[in-house]
């Protein structure tokens, strides 16, 4: 049986990823805590209350951003 | 208390300084450190605490989806106890510093930003018709602007008329470490401006942090004098107590100073 896959941009790399991942879901399936991360889908930021709700789809561009150390 | 009880400085400054407001937010400590190039978080953190810093610097970059097992800087700087500022630091433009600004802010914890738009990479001194464009932006959205800028006087104003809470003129360079290379300046901008002005960038030792505050400015803001020192832990403290004898010694205002010797005893009542 094979997975069906759909292919996005992640932080700058072409990536499959499981067909039907929510926002969450896909951040848990990377081992990251969604409190600490943010979210740009599109260039356009999602709100946090929106991740479980908001679909991974085909051609997305994603970046998960976090706070690293800085001057 | 002992003569080299170090916990006494902030009690002094408590004491003889009045706390000081950036957008509404009252700080004790007119000490911002930065929280880039420390060799280990360890050692981050005990210079943080050693430094007595209310007010901390983070970076807005991408996740490392390849990491083993890096942790997130907030797993060790709780922003329970820290005021975090998130900076645009490597943005070359308005649209990209004003995209990692929104970034920073949709991460919860404030509406503060330190707008950084770098125009040489060879300098790093910034871009300050980018940093206009991108502080207008912001302040329209919301955000309170702390900016980063050169030492340049009419810059600075046009910052605190496009509605930033802070200006921030550069003693030297980024990570030059050559301390205030334009006193007067620094001075002029602190007159003319109404806004909290604080000096980042540029400090490379106590004695750089001690004549920057005795210009009069509210506050300074260093990373690589502590991160970069042999021992970043005793440089915090360093700069602590630098920090705030610079700011006492400018609140108590200084002799006059001139070329000629004038005895400090009586010159009356010599033996013959």
């Known amino acids: ?71 | 208390m002992s003569a080299t009880d170090t916990s006494a400085a902030p009690e002094t400054a408590r004491a003889l300084d009045t706390p000081f407001e950036i957008g509404g937010v009252d700080f004790v400590s007119r000490l911002i450190v930065g929280t880039g190039k420390y060799e280990t978080n360890e050692i981050m953190m005990d210079a943080i605490r050693a430094s007595a810093a209310e007010m901390v610097t983070v970076a807005v970059r991408r996740v490392d989806l390849d990491r083993t097992k890096e942790e997130a800087i907030l797993h060790h700087l709780s922003p329970d106890e820290f005021f975090l500022l998130a900076n645009t630091a490597g943005c070359y433009n308005a649209e990209d510093a004003i995209r990692y600004a929104r970034l920073a802010r949709a991460a919860g914890f404030n509406d503060f930003v330190k707008l950084e738009v770098i125009g040489d990479e060879a300098t790093l001194l910034p871009d300050v018709h980018a940093t206009l464009e991108a502080a207008r932006t912001l302040a329209s959205e919301g955000f309170k602007v702390m900016a980063y800028t050169n030492d340049d006087l009419i810059t600075a104003l046009r910052l605190e008329d496009a509605g930033c809470v802070a200006v921030m003129p550069l003693a030297s360079p980024i990570g030059s470490g050559l301390g205030v290379v334009n006193p007067y300046f620094i001075r002029e901008i602190k007159r003319r401006l109404e806004v909290p002005v604080i000096v980042d960038a540029g400090v490379g030792t106590a004695s750089d942090a001690c004549v920057t505050m005795e210009q009069g400015v509210d506050g300074i803001l260093m990373n690589t004098a502590l991160a970069a020192a042999d021992d970043p832990v005793r440089m915090a403290h360093a700069m602590r107590q630098a920090t705030i004898a610079g700011r006492l010694a400018y609140l108590a205002g200084r002799m006059p100073s001139r070329e000629i010797a004038v005895p400090s005893s009586p010159t009356e009542g010599m033996l013959d």
């Open chain 1, 1 to 71: 049986m094979t997975t069906e896959t759909i292919q996005v941009r992640l932080n700058g790399r072409d990536r499959e990823v499981e067909r039907g991942h929510s926002v969450l879901s896909l951040l848990e399936s990377l081992e990251l805590h969604p409190a600490t991360v943010v979210v740009e889908l599109n260039r356009e930021i999602l709100g946090r209350d929106r991740y479980p709700e908001h679909d991974v789809e085909d051609g997305d561009t994603i970046e998960l951003v976090h706070f690293v150390g800085g001057g």
